[in-house]
C-alpha cells in the first residue's frame, strides 16, 4: 500500500503562483513516475504533468511553460509550481504513483481555486 498526501492548494487571483507538494509513503519501489492530474467540476479527469524516478518530466500543453513538476526521491515527494495562473486552471489537483506490477495510487486531492 502506497499513502499519497497533497498539500498546497488554495484560492489565487489570475496571475499569482502556488505550489503543490504530495508526499508518498508506504511501499514505494524505486523505479516509478509521480505526477498530476486535475479536475474541473463537470468536466474529466485530466493529465497535467508526470515526473519519471529519472528526472525525466512531460506536460500537458496547458500548463507548458507556466508549470513546473519536480521531485525529491530521498523525500518520496513530488511538487508542482504553477505560476501564470488563469482561471481555467482551478480544479482539484491530484497526485498520482505509477510502479511496476500495476500498484498504482492517488491521493485523496487538493483544491487550487484561480479567481479572475
Known amino acids: 500500500q502506497v499513502q499519497l498526501v497533497e498539500s498546497g492548494g488554495g484560492l489565487v487571483q489570475a496571475g499569482g503562483s502556488l505550489r503543490l507538494s504530495c508526499a508518498a509513503s508506504?511501499?514505494?519501489?524505486?523505479?516509478?513516475?509521480m505526477g498530476w492530474h486535475r479536475q474541473a467540476p463537470g468536466q474529466q479527469r485530466d493529465l497535467v504533468a508526470t515526473i519519471t524516478s529519472g528526472g525525466n518530466t512531460n506536460y500537458a500543453d496547458s500548463v507548458k511553460g507556466r508549470f513546473t513538476i519536480s521531485r525529491d526521491n530521498a523525500k518520496n515527494t513530488v511538487y508542482l509550481q504553477m505560476n501564470s495562473l488563469k482561471p481555467e486552471d482551478t480544479a482539484v489537483y491530484y497526485c498520482?504513483?505509477?510502479?511496476?506490477?500495476?500498484?498504482?495510487?492517488w491521493g485523496k486531492g487538493t483544491l487550487v481555486t484561480v479567481s479572475s
Open positions: 498520482f504513483i505509477i510502479q511496476p506490477f500495476g500498484t498504482n495510487y
Open positions: 508506504g511501499s514505494i519501489f524505486s523505479m516509478n513516475t
